[in-house]
């Protein structure tokens, strides 16, 4: 038992979904055909806004939803048509779902009880996942004597010492308070480096995702808008619908036309140089906006918030909201106009009728040039 860690990990699966549908009725269509592939020993994070689809997929994955067209493989395996207990997956709910009369040992031997595993090999992996999670001490207690923290380590612990090929957790951290979530993010983030399992964790928590996710899989009423690693789908979205998603505060979108050799605000202000012309969407995150009286950019200020390390603060622009972050120390006079410039390294492109994004229209070495000579 000592090495389960070295089991999971030799045990950790690749995740194939092929074409995969869900749809109640002809209107009700929840996954529309969806290909992706998790490679193993990966963490994957699916992540998205209710009801996007998310749930739905993970239930599907492990088998407490049927497909409803297309394969799901697991380790070259199709699964689609499997019972859950088949497929080489272990869950770990939202609620938990402790057995209330049982002790933390007996919640976690349960699985390899009914399974027919000796008490001597069940007594030794309980040890060992308990130490592993840190609930040595806590083996001889009922589910209500414990912490959310702990009974959420209990329930992980139920789910690895079956020794699975895959990990699914459907937003295991929702109940739990602020601090103890950041503290289970961390303690996740451990045990995955230490077990290597293939792991797909559902939320709709964009921190849960950022910091836990070697990708993430962002669903948009179940199609997915894109699928890389965090800091790809931070500094490149691949559509409007992700760079709004991601980010606190979100990427401000503003509304521009290009006339061939720049793009313009509704107001006439020019705010970037680009040689398209039509309608788009440009983007630039609240912190990448500078804040300097030599910026050809006006803006007035309608509201601040002031977090301590940083302020947000809220102005118009062109008729448009954009939220600028100043770092903390920064004094701004907030009864003034604001001139602003937009490092071109910074924005963003995106087309004005699908909202995807326009790949490398500023340029990957394109410096910052005024646009005062454009006013």
């Known amino acids: 038992m000592v090495a389960i ?4 990990r030799d045990a950790s699966a690749d995740i ?111 040890a060992g996942v308990a130490k592993m999670l840190g609930l040595s001490d806590l ?53 995955h480096r230490r077990i290597g399992a293939t792991s797909v964790f559902v939320t709709h928590d964009q921190v849960e995702a950022m910091t836990l996710a070697d990708r993430i899989l962002i669903l948009n009423k179940g199609r997915v808008e894109q699928f890389d690693t965090p800091k790809a789908i931070y500094h490149h979205p691949a559509s409007v619908f992700v760079a709004k998603f991601i980010g606190a505060p979100p990427m401000n979108i503003l509304q521009v036309t290009g006339d061939g050799s720049v793009l ?11 040689s398209g012309k039509g309608s788009f969407q440009l983007g630039i995150r609240p912190e990448d906006i500078s804040v300097n009286a030599g910026g050809s950019i006006k803006a007035r200020i309608r509201y601040r918030e002031d977090l301590g390390s940083h302020e947000i603060l809220e102005t118009e622009i062109g008729c448009q909201q954009l939220r600028i972050a100043t770092p903390f120390g920064v004094e701004i006079d907030t009864t003034s106009v604001l001139s602003l410039t937009f490092p071109r390294g910074r924005l963003h492109l995106f087309d004005g009728e699908t909202g995807r994004a326009i790949p490398e229209a500023f340029g990957t070495a394109a410096t910052t040039q005024s646009m005062k000579e454009y006013q």
């Open 264 to 274: 313009r605000l509704p107001d006439g202000q020019a705010v970037a140089n680009y």
């Open 139 to 191: 083996l001889a207690r009922k589910p209500a004597q414990l912490s959310g923290g702990q009974r959420q380590r209990v329930a992980i612990g139920r789910a690895i010492i079956r020794e699975p090929g895959v990990l699914l957790f459907d937003e295991p951290l929702s109940n739990l308070d602020a601090q103890l979530r950041h503290d289970m993010r961390v303690e996740l983030a451990d045990l």
């Open 5 to 8: 860690g070295t089991t999971i």
């Open 16 to 126: 194939e979904l092929i074409g995969v549908t869900k749809t109640y009725d002809a209107k009700n269509v929840v996954i529309p055909p969806l290909s992706v592939a998790l490679r193993p020993g990966e963490f994957t994070v699916i992540l998205g806004p209710s009801g996007c689809g998310k749930s739905t997929l993970l239930q599907m994955i492990a088998g407490l939803e049927r497909v409803s067209g297309g394969k799901i493989l697991i380790c070259d395996r199709e699964v689609q048509d499997l019972e859950p207990k088949h497929r080489g997956c272990a869950m770990v709910f939202q609620n938990y779902a402790l057995y209330p009369h049982m002790t933390v040992a007996e919640n976690m031997a349960y699985s390899l009880k009914v399974a027919g595993i000796p008490k001597a090999e069940r007594n030794e992996r309980v």
